[in-house]
């Protein structure tokens, strides 16, 4: 009975929101990874396909990210943790039906697909359900390293201590 009710209950959710007309109720409101409302007319965005967390996630709102650069260097540690779980698909060109490159920064700011969401956000929506990386597991302590990034508006090391 709890089985069934934590598989039914994500469906029951995002069928709440597609009623809703996809306002900005959605769970990633919190901090800077909040108000990224889908602008009206645009195509929705597919749920996940695994729900894994099933909700809020991030917990204390962090700062806005209006005023994020859009350019500039990633972490070392970030950069390490992509380039082993996600360069491998997400390169330039992008390979094995990714959508988009996530090697730069700057690739990273761009927004996902048509809608207002910057690609970050959105990389921090997959990573936490599990849905990314595809089809392999990421161990907790790097999934953990990149989430806690994304979830600080995911900025740029500061001048020269990059690593890209
Ligand atoms: C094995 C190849 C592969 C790896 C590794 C991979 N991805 Fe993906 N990624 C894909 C494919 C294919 C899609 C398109 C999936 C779809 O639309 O069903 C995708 C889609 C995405 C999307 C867009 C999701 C959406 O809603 O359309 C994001 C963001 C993303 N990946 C981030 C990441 C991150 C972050 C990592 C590393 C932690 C990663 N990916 C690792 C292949 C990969």
Redesign the pocket.
Known sequence: MPLLFRRLAPIALFSLLAALGFACTADLEEGCLGGQCVPPGSPP??PLPTSGAGGGGGGDAGPTCDDTPATGDFPCDVFAV?QT??H???QSPPL????YS?LTYEDTREL?GVTTKP?FV??AE??ESGF?????T?PEADKQL?LDWLSTCGLPAPDGMGCE
Do not use: D, K
Not at 132 to 136: D, E, T, V
């Open positions: 965005i597919p992509l779980h996600c491998g698909c997400h094995s039906g990714a959508p996530l996902h690609r959105r990389m997959v990573v990314m990386p595809l089809m392999a990421i990149l």
